[in-house]
């Protein structure tokens, strides 16, 4: 990542932290834009190829990120359904460039070796990886495995960054060592989430087969692995988070006692411009439709839940919660080539 980049990122995150600490205006520093929720995989935990398959055009897209612009975004997160399914991909990222967003890309990569040139813009590009080849397939699809590796290497060799996300499911809690010694042999790091259930994007959910303290100890020992030194780009406090979840089958509660950011540091964006404070409250909370409206002034600043295990939302609200340490942990593995 470029100093100019470090230094606008840290900026405007100190401008977002310091809106959500008054409990000013809302001041988001980071927005997820779900480019569409088409996909080519349908994988056994999400649901996003079953929803609406209408996408913004371009010129819309244009002036969403000029709202998010002016809003104070300064991160924006490409991701879907599958961003390379979209023809026009490329022009999109191009766009974001031209507003000086640090832009990263979520995308599964099978279709990477048919348009490379697509994410020739992406600042740092997060895939997925559940495991070795059987387990990969067993949680996303026959065919979700091809090309995966391949597209990892051209991308390091371009000084690309990449993050692969693990979605730890109750068939593959004994691929995280396989997958940290994998990461490092590629260059890249990892980042392990747990499965999420309810919500419009996600489906399935735990069976009860893996006990509450199996997954519990299988955190703990995520927290051991990176005190050692292995490439995991989840914070520290993250992982001893979820080390402390009670209730691995509930995803989310509100606890009076705590603050998310969700709306004031972050925002989600669905394909039809309508924004929501995180993926999570997406069909559960009134939308405000960017391209008619903007955030500070449509949104209630009313969230669901105040806490959760959904991996990107508890490391942004823990972003917030405990700024200095977490900053510091993730600025590492997720800003460096």
């Known amino acids: 990542m470029r100093l100019d980049d470090r230094t606008r990122l840290a900026y405007r995150y100190g401008l977002s932290l310091l809106h959500w600490a008054t409990d ?6 980071s927005a997820t834009f779900a480019v569409t929720d088409r996909c080519n995989l349908f994988c056994s935990y999400c649901n996003c190829p079953a929803l609406d398959p209408t996408d913004l055009p371009l010129a819309d897209i244009a002036v969403l990120f000029d709202r998010l612009r002016a809003m104070g975004v300064c991160r924006l997160g490409i991701t879907g359904g599958e961003p390379l399914v979209r023809k026009d991909l490329g022009e999109i990222l191009a766009l974001a460039k031209a507003r000086r967003f640090f832009v990263c890309v979520n995308t599964n990569l099978t279709l990477y070796g048919r348009f490379p040139g697509r994410l020739a813009d992406a600042d740092l590009v997060f895939t997925s990886l559940d495991g070795d080849a059987a387990a990969h397939r067993a949680n996303r699809g026959d065919d979700a495995y091809e090309g995966v590796i ?3 290497r051209d991308l390091v060799r371009a000084r690309t960054p990449v993050v692969a996300i693990c979605v730890v499911t109750e068939e593959n809690l004994g691929e995280a060592e396989r997958l940290l010694a994998q990461a490092d042999e590629l260059g890249i790091r990892i980042h392990f989430q747990p499965q999420c259930s309810g919500g419009e ?3 399935g ?7 509450d303290e ?3 100890a299988f955190w703990r020992r995520l927290v051991e692995l990176k005190a050692r030194g292995l490439p995991l780009a989840s914070s520290r406090r993250y992982l001893e988070y979820l080390a402390r979840w009670e209730d ?14 969700a709306g004031r540091g972050f925002v989600y964006v669905d394909p039809r411009g309508n924004a929501h404070a995180c993926p999570y409250t997406r069909g559960k909370l009134p939308p405000v439709n960017l391209l008619r409206d903007t955030w500070q002034r449509g949104w ?14 508890l490391e942004f609200n823990l972003l917030f919660q405990h700024p200095v340490a977490t900053a510091l942990d993730l600025w590492r593995p997720y800003g460096s080539p």
């Open 150 to 152: 391949d597209a990892i």
């Open 24 to 29: 000013s205006t809302p001041a988001p520093f």
């Open 201 to 203: 994007l996600a489906r």
């Open 214 to 216: 199996e997954f519990r």
């Open 205 to 211: 959910g735990y069976s009860g087969r893996v006990t």
């Open 248 to 261: 691995f089958g509930r995803v989310s509660f509100r606890d009076p006692a705590a603050r998310c950011a």
């Open 300 to 313: 209630s600043r009313e969230t669901p839940c105040t806490q959760c295990r959904i991996g990107p939302m």
